[in-house]
């Protein structure tokens, strides 16, 4: 696994600026797995937080202006969960399963 997330993390280094923001949201699931596990690092998996407080997280770490979609795929992904109205957010689980789960691989 480690070997394809090195490989992955190559291809998409055109997709960050000289800050390490995400510029562009990649299109093939594999890459976009990578920048959301990019993103999910950022985040302390030891606390809850409010939906402001992960938008501007996800705000911090990409340079184009579309931070619900990477929430929602973030969540979708279950590299996050929320309270049902969406007013507590946490670290779901660990990038691994999500990546094993999604990408195929152990």
């Keep these: 696994m480690e070997k394809s997330i090195q490989i992955y993390n190559k291809k998409l280094d055109h997709y960050y600026d000289s800050d390490g923001r995400l510029i ?3 299109s093939k699931r594999p890459m976009r797995i990578i920048a959301l596990i990019k993103i999910t690092e950022q ?5 809850k937080y409010t939906e402001k407080e992960v938008n501007e ?3 911090l770490c990409i340079a184009f202006n ?3 979609s990477i929430r929602r795929e973030m969540y979708q992904y279950r590299f996050l969960g ?11 689980n660990d990038w691994r399963d999500v990546y094993a789960e999604y ?4």
Excluded: C, H, K, T
């Excluded at 985040?43 to 606390?47: H, K, L, T, V």
């Excluded at 929320?82 to 779901?92: F, M």
């Excluded at 990408?103 to 152990?106: K, L, M, N, Q, Y």
């Design 24 to 26: 562009q949201y990649p």
């Design 43 to 47: 985040i302390d998996a030891n606390r």
């Design 57 to 59: 997280m996800i705000r």
């Design 66 to 68: 579309d931070i619900e």
């Design 82 to 92: 929320r309270l049902r109205d969406g007013s507590e957010y946490w670290v779901e």
């Design 103 to 106: 990408i195929g691989e152990d």
